[in-house]
């Protein structure tokens, strides 16, 4: 388990990028956090010449946080079947009482062979 601290700033609220009118911790933020604690999770369970994109998010977000809360995404080991990584993620307020909670699912690609493809769509 590795752990990702966050301070809220006005940027991270839901009023700021459109996704509700408070000035709380956006959803979208939150996951973009957790997602980013999983891919630097999943570097390390991976060749040195691929990487990894995200596929699916399950994420449930049950408390909000104001602007200069601290949050910190618990982000566990990666379960890996060698194509997809899965991890699991808790994100925490200063209180210690979860505010979030989910997975984060990674697949494991070769870069080049992965942007290639995405060219050709253009």
Known sequence: ???FQHTVTPDNTAASVGSGDLEVLATPVLITWCENAA???CKS???ADRTTVGTMVKFEH???SPVDAVVTVNCA???NDGRRLVCHVTVIDSE???IAR???HRAVVD???FMSKCQRLV
Do not use: L
């Open 1 to 3: 388990m590795r752990q």
């Open 39 to 41: 891919f630097t999770m």
């Open 45 to 47: 369970s991976i060749a």
């Open 62 to 64: 049950v408390k909000g």
């Open 77 to 79: 080991e990666p379960i």
């Open 96 to 98: 210690g009482e979860e």
């Open 102 to 104: 989910g997975e984060v």
């Open 111 to 113: 870069p080049e062979r």
